[in-house]
């Protein structure tokens, strides 16, 4: 029991240690970006916990990365969307049949053996997360003027501040 409570620790430990910017894993942690039109994309970036502006940076940083992976030099927010959410896991503890021990009894003339299932807990744990969604419009050359509009570099010159 004391060896199944270490690794499902180990492997909690092992998924919150992942680095929060990556491409987004089965999980959906991370960015993923789908092309709704010609120079027209969805951006999503999905974070464990409630921070807002790191999910919104990390959103902006995979923008410029496929804005100039595209060959454009800026981008335009056209819309954005945040949501935080809460996933709740449960605690139960079950009868397992895969194990089990042994148990013996001793009274003044004999012994008796049994077998006993062992108790197993199940995963508790409740995960809250963020969730940035932008579209964006990437474009070239001279950029227009605008408190939405974004040039490819500088974003990602200052990510790495």
């Not at 789908?34 to 999503?44: A, K, S």
């Not at 089990?100 to 807990?121: E, K, V």
């Not at 199940?122 to 809250?128: A, H, K, Q, R």
Request: glycine share 6%.
């Amino acid at each position: 029991m004391k060896l199944l409570l270490a690794v499902l620790l180990l492997s909690l430990t092992a998924c919150s240690s992942a680095p929060d910017y990556r491409s987004a894993s089965a999980a959906g942690y991370g960015y993923s970006d789908t092309e709704l039109g010609p120079n027209y994309h969805r951006v999503q970036f999905k974070l464990r916990g409630k921070n807002k502006a790191k999910a919104m940076d990390y959103a902006l940083q995979r923008a410029a990365e496929l804005t100039l992976s595209q060959g454009y030099d800026w981008f335009d927010l056209v819309e954005k969307e945040t949501l935080v959410d809460r996933k709740t896991y449960e605690v139960t503890t079950r009868l397992s049949t895969a194990s089990h021990h042994r148990q013996t009894s001793c009274g003044l003339l004999s012994c008796s053996s049994y077998y006993q299932p062992d108790m197993m807990p199940e995963l508790d744990t409740t995960t809250d997360y963020t969730e940035v969604r932008i579209d964006i419009r990437l474009g070239k050359g001279v950029s227009p003027q605008g408190t939405s509009i974004f040039q490819a570099t500088e974003v990602l010159n200052k990510m790495k501040q």
